[in-house]
Each structure stands twice: as structure tokens, then as C-alpha cells.
């Protein structure tokens, strides 16, 4: 198992997951955060903004689905401009469900 956590441009999340609905994934967390990266915030007129909004999509998918949906993330947040976002991938040793103990996604 992993976890996918995807951080990206706030107006693009209704078509990630979308996107992500359409192909069988259903399964998400969806977080708004704050944050820069590369591009060191952004500024406007004389007004510095030092962290970004950003919503980040989490997700526990299966090893052999990781590929699938991290192309699925990708065209669909893609602009081509910094900032569009990043995706970050971790093995997950268990998962258990809580209502009824079954470990397992």
C-alpha cells in the first residue's frame, strides 16, 4: 500500500478528484494548507505573499495503482507554471478500518 499526497492549486481540486472518481477512486482526504515552494511565494504590486493556499489530496491506493493515479493528478492540475504543485509517495506498512478492525484498504 501507499499513500499519495498531492498538494496543488486550490481551483484545480474539483477536477483531481473528479478525474480520480471516474477512474474508481473514490477513497480521499482533502486538506486546505498553506504553503511555498520554488517560487518563494508570490508578490503583488508592493504586497508580498509568503505562503500560498493550496489543498492537499491524500490518498491509500494499492502499489499497482500508485502509477495510475499520480498520471491522473498530473493532467489534471498540469498548467505548466510553477506552482502547479507536488506529489509525494509513501509506503504505508498497515491500514485498519476502524468500525470493524479489518486491516487492509
Known amino acids: 500500500m501507499k499513500m499519495v499526497r ?5 481551483e484545480w481540486t474539483e477536477e483531481v478528484t473528479d478525474g480520480l472518481a471516474e477512474a474508481g477512486y473514490y477513497s480521499l482526504t482533502k486538506i486546505n494548507v498553506f504553503g511555498r ?23 491509500a491506493v494499492e502499489d499497482e495503482a500508485v502509477d495510475k493515479v499520480i ?15 507536488k506529489i509525494f509517495v509513501n509506503t504505508i506498512e498497515a491500514a485498519y478500518t476502524i468500525s470493524s478492525g479489518e486491516k487492509g484498504l
Open 6 to 10: 498531492a498538494i496543488l492549486r486550490p
Open 37 to 59: 515552494g520554488k517560487q518563494k511565494g508570490i508578490t503583488v504590486g508592493d504586497v508580498h505573499y509568503d505562503e500560498l493556499a493550496k489543498t492537499m489530496i491524500m490518498m
Open 71 to 85: 498520471k491522473i493528478i498530473s493532467g489534471k492540475a498540469y498548467t505548466g507554471n510553477m506552482g502547479d504543485g
